[in-house]
């Protein structure tokens, strides 16, 4: 049997041999947080991890007979959790436009039409996770469109394959096109069967998704808001402060409230389990109110670069204890990988005189964002007990990946050269609630 087709059998047990790489805590500064195997076995039964740790320890005690699958000298990760990515967008991803709102007129909308067609959406849907698969990414906050169908076409897809996701229909009443505009009552109404048909069906969870104040009337914020105080445990997501004109017109739009955040704060839009869009053009008392509140940041650093939209704060971030994650934006953003997201919020980082290490940014895209979204010990890690998602990096994926890392002496180098260097090359399989759902071909 190839390994491809052992990873489609129906296995109850299995065992992965590889270094093994997760997180306790956030990876900033303490070695305890990190968990790293140099020569390790991760043994999953029925789609969970049963036992992780040393090869040496572990292998004796495995039923006779199991599969183990060789690995070395590739490193195993838990799954990349992008937490804000567009799927419509797939398939505008590189279009170029003067700014996010000449770009959402010219591109986003026009194509976002195009989910009017169930059958358009399911194939956009099969593509996009896909490409999700081949970046490592296991989880992701996804936008589908104003269609009811763009979503029902998106968690059908992801429910095919066990994924752990999550989305949403898009709200947007208001200040965007005929065609691709709901009413308060029909978003609210579209959200809620979206919440009964799915949350919680299998690996599914949704998420309320008001586009952006901008977009929405207060009737329909309001609304959103109801549902979300009715289901608490459903996400929020949206977007804030990305881009300098369009914070000017969210205050055209809402005038008197103290900043654009505190429309969605006022609306009681900020709670735990909220996610929010770039929070580029933030101050600090917005970002200690997401603090307190539990709400929770997405940066996006290819799609604010892409977009030319602002450099994110990372350190006024931290000063502040604002959760932070890391997320694409497709098609805002410029790549479906999270190794490529990586190096690009280095870089934003580095410009503000912050230095972001990788293994803080590998904790961002794993631990720290399951911590943030409320998926501990499920997600994010290769704890025992957690669901079986994730990714086979191989650090000799390239020429130059090979080359540099061959040079490399400690575990940050390691990581750093992955996430620099690295991109959908270096996933060479992805699992998903212990199937193998990806397997690069070279
Ligand atoms: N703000 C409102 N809609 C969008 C979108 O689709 N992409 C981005 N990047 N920003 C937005
Ligand atoms: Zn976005």
């Not at 790293?36 to 090869?55: A, P």
């Not at 009715?230 to 990305?242: G, K, M, T, W």
């Not at 931290?318 to 098609?331: E, K, R, S, W």
């Not at 580095?350 to 399951?370: C, V």
Request: with cysteine; hydrophobic share 40%.
């Amino acid at each position: 049997m190839t390994m491809h087709e052992q990873g489609h059998a129906a296995q109850s047990l299995s065992a992965y041999r590889a270094q093994l790489l997760y997180f306790h805590d956030d990876a900033q500064a303490e070695d305890e947080a990190v968990e790293w195997i140099v020569d390790g076995l991760l043994v999953v039964r029925d789609g969970h991890v049963e036992r992780v740790g040393e090869y040496a320890s572990l292998a004796a005690d495995l039923p006779p007979g199991t599969p183990i699958v060789d690995w070395r000298g590739r490193l195993i990760v838990p799954g990349f959790i992008d937490t804000h990515i567009h799927y419509p967008q797939t398939d505008m991803i590189a279009s170029p436009a003067p700014g996010l709102l000449p770009w959402l007129e010219t591109y986003t909308f026009p194509t976002e039409r195009r989910f009017e067609n169930p059958e358009y959406a399911a194939d956009v849907a099969r593509f996009f996770v896909d490409e999700l698969l081949r970046c490592g990414t296991t989880t992701a906050l996804v936008y589908c469109t104003v269609h009811l169908g763009s979503a029902q076409a998106f968690f059908t897809e992801s429910h095919a394959r066990n994924l752990r996701m999550v989305a949403g229909k898009v709200m947007m009443d208001r200040n965007c096109p005929e065609f691709l505009r709901d009413t308060p009552e029909s978003g609210a109404r579209d959200s809620e069967a979206l919440i009964q048909r799915w949350h919680g069906t299998g690996r599914q969870m949704v998420a309320l998704t008001p586009r952006f104040a901008p977009t929405s009337s207060p009737e329909q914020l309001g609304r959103c808001a109801e549902l979300a105080q009715q289901y608490s445990d459903v996400f929020i997501q949206s977007h804030v402060a990305e881009n300098r004109d369009e914070v000017k017109w969210a205050a055209e739009l809402f005038p008197g409230y103290r900043s654009y955040l505190d429309i969605y704060d006022q609306f009681g839009l900020l709670r735990p389990r909220a996610v929010y869009g770039h929070c580029v053009w933030l101050d600090d008392d917005d970002r200690r109110r997401m603090r307190d509140a539990g709400a929770v940041a997405a940066h996006c650093p290819t799609s604010n670069q892409f977009l030319g939209s602002g450099l994110f704060d990372f350190a006024a971030a931290q000063d502040c204890g604002m959760p932070v994650t890391l997320a694409t934006d497709v098609g805002g953003g410029s790549s479906f990988s999270m190794l490529q997201t990586m190096n690009e919020a280095h870089k934003v980082a580095r410009l503000s005189g912050h230095h972001l290490s990788a293994r803080r940014m590998f904790w961002l895209a794993t631990q720290g964002a399951a911590r943030d979204l409320g998926l501990s010990g499920r997600i994010g890690t290769l704890a025992a007990g957690s669901e079986a998602d994730f990714v086979v990096l191989d650090p000799k994926a390239t020429p130059l990946l090979e080359r540099r890392v061959s040079y490399t002496e400690s575990l940050e180098e390691l990581l750093f050269a992955l996430a620099m260097l690295g991109d959908d090359r270096a996933v060479a399989a992805t699992y998903a609630a212990g199937r193998q759902v990806h397997t690069r071909s070279r």
